[in-house]
C-alpha cells in the first residue's frame, strides 16, 4: 500500500523491481563505511535493505550526509532499484534523495543490530528499542499468528467472542492476591480471571470465549509469573471437562502448525522449531502422577502440589513433552470445579502442561446453586460476597465447562523463550511499572 510517506515496503522490493524508482522510509539499522562505497542498512517492519552509495555515483551531498546519520535515525529513502546477486536478497538501492525525518540520540543504550547483547533487565529498561530487535519482532509476529488462529479455530466451533468486566466487586478466585481499586468512593478489584462472568455468559449464549488481561497481585518472582497478564478463556454450556480438552488441544496443535506454516522466517530467526503436536494428548490422573513419583524417590501427599521439580520428573517419566493432568483432588481447586460423581474426593479437573510448565488449567463446573454455596463455605468464602453471581443458577444454569490460557506461558512452547517477560510487550511485575 502507497503512503504519504513511502511507495513500497522493504519486503516487496524484489530483483523484478530492477530499473524502477522506490521510496521507502524506516531505521537506520547499520552502516558501513569503505571509504568510496558506503552502505546503508534501512529497516522497516517487513526486513532489513541495502542502501548502496557509490563515490562518483551518488551525490556528494548524501556522501556527506552518511557521515551525520546516527544508528536508529528515521529516514526517507528515494532511489532506484538494482539487481545485485551480492547484496542480501539479491536487491539493493542507489539512493537519489535521503531525508531525516528524526534523528536519534548517540550513543544508543541498546544494541539494536544484536550483536552487542544485553541482559534482561537492561532489555526490558529499554524495552522499544529491544522491541526493535529482529529476534522480538519474530516472537510478536508469531503472537500474532497465534491469536487470529486462535479466534478463526474457536469461532469455527461456534464460540461468540466477548468482553467481561475488569473491575469486579469481588475475588473470582479466593484468596489475597487482588489489586484493589477505589471505585467511586467503594473497593472494587482488578479482576483475577473473566471467570464467573464467562460463566453467566455460558448461559445465554452457550459457548463464548475471551482474550484479555487479568490482575494477580502475587509475590512470585519467577520466569513464569506476571502481575499482569493476557489470558485465553473459554466457557461452555452442555460440555464437561473431556470435551473442553478436546476443544483445548485441537486449538494448540492448529495453532502449532499455522506457526510452522506461516511463520517459518520467524522460527529461523529465533532458531527454533515448536514441538509436534500429536493428538489426543496423553492424560495422566493426579494419583497416576503420585504413583510415578514415587517410584522416583519423589513422595508427595495426597493433596500436595506437583511443582516444577516434580513436573520436569513426571514429563521425562512418561516420555512426554506435552500432556494433560487430571482429577486434581477437590478441595485443591477453586471452589466451582465439580467433584467427580463417581469418586467426589477428586474433580473433573486438569492442567495442561508443557515440559514442566503448566500452560492452562480447567474443569467442569458446578451448576448446582447448594452445590456451589457449600463448596465456598468449606473454602471459608461467605456466599452473601458471590450473590450477584449465585442468583443467576435459580433461572436455569446448565452444565457446562472451560478452561483458561495463559498466552504468555504458551508463547515460551511457539518461540522456545525462557522467560514470560520476554514474550511480553510491557510486562508488569513486583519491580516493573515502567515503561
Known amino acids: 500500500m502507497r503512503t504519504s510517506y513511502k511507495t513500497h515496503l522493504v519486503a516487496d522490493v524484489t530483483p523484478e523491481l530492477s530499473g524502477k524508482h522506490v521510496v521507502l522510509a524506516g531505521w537506520v539499522h547499520l552502516k558501513r563505511d569503505l571509504g568510496r562505497i558506503k552502505f546503508l542498512i534501512l529497516r522497516d517492519s517487513t526486513g532489513t535493505i541495502q542502501i548502496t552509495m557509490r563515490k562518483g555515483e551518488t551525490s556528494e551531498e548524501l556522501m556527506e550526509l552518511f557521515k551525520e546519520l546516527t544508528l536508529e535515525s528515521v529516514v526517507q529513502v528515494e532511489g532506484v532499484v538494482k539487481r545485485d546477486p551480492r547484496a542480501p536478497r539479491g536487491v539493493e538501492i542507489s539512493p537519489t534523495k535521503i531525508r531525516v525525518l528524526n534523528e536519534s540520540k548517540a550513543p544508543l543504550p541498546l544494541d539494536v543490530s544484536g550483536k552487542v547483547p544485553a541482559d534482561i533487565d537492561t532489555r526490558l529498561r529499554e524495552r522499544v528499542l529491544d522491541l526493535r530487535r529482529a529476534e522480538m519482532r519474530a ?7 497465534a491469536l487470529d488462529t486462535i479466534r478463526r479455530y474457536l469461532r469455527s466451533l461456534r464460540f461468540v467472542e466477548v468482553f467481561t468486566p475488569k473491575i469486579i466487586a469481588a475475588a473470582t478466585e479466593g484468596g489475597a492476591n487482588l489489586f484493589p481499586v477505589v471505585y467511586f468512593g467503594r473497593e472494587a478489584f482488578l479482576a483475577q480471571s473473566p471467570q464467573l462472568y464467562k460463566e453467566l455468559l455460558a448461559a445465554a449464549f452457550e459457548r463464548v470465549f475471551e482474550i484479555g488481561p487479568s490482575w494477580r497481585a ?43 506454516r506461516r511463520n517459518s522466517d520467524d522460527l529461523a530467526v529465533l532458531r527454533y522449531e515448536p514441538p509436534q503436536v500429536r493428538l489426543p494428548l496423553k492424560r495422566i490422573s493426579y494419583r497416576e502422577a503420585l504413583e510415578i513419583l514415587e517410584g522416583k524417590g519423589v513422595k508427595l501427599g495426597f493433596g500436595e502440589d506437583i511443582g516444577t521439580p516434580e513436573l520436569r520428573v513426571l514429563s521425562r517419566e512418561i516420555g512426554e513433552e506435552l500432556y494433560f493432568l487430571v482429577e486434581f483432588p477437590t478441595k485443591t481447586r477453586p471452589f466451582y470445579t465439580k467433584p467427580k460423581d463417581s469418586d467426589p474426593e477428586v474433580s473433573e479437573s486438569f492442567d495442561l502442561v508443557w515440559r514442566h510448565l503448566e500452560l492452562a ?21 461467605n456466599p452473601k460476597s458471590f450473590e450477584f453471581f449465585t442468583k443467576w443458577f435459580d433461572y436455569g444454569m446448565p452444565p457446562h465447562a472451560g478452561w483458561g490460557l495463559g498466552l504468555s506461558r504458551l508463547m515460551l512452547m511457539l518461540t522456545g523463550r525462557s522467560n514470560v517477560k520476554e514474550v511480553t510487550l510491557f510486562p508488569r511485575d513486583k519491580k516493573r511499572l515502567v515503561p
Open 139 to 145: 516472537v510478536f509476529r508469531i503472537m500474532n499468528t
Open 218 to 260: 502475587e509475590e512470585s518472582d519467577t520466569p513464569y509469573h506476571l502481575a499482569e497478564f493476557i489470558g485465553v478463556d473459554i466457557e461452555a454450556a452442555f460440555m464437561n471437562y473431556h470435551d473442553v480438552m478436546k476443544v483445548l488441544e485441537g486449538m494448540v496443535k492448529e495453532v502449532v502448525d499455522e506457526i510452522k
Open 361 to 381: 488449567s480447567g474443569s467442569s463446573r458446578v451448576h448446582d446453586k447448594e452445590m456451589l454455596m457449600e463448596a465456598m463455605r468449606k473454602r471459608g468464602l
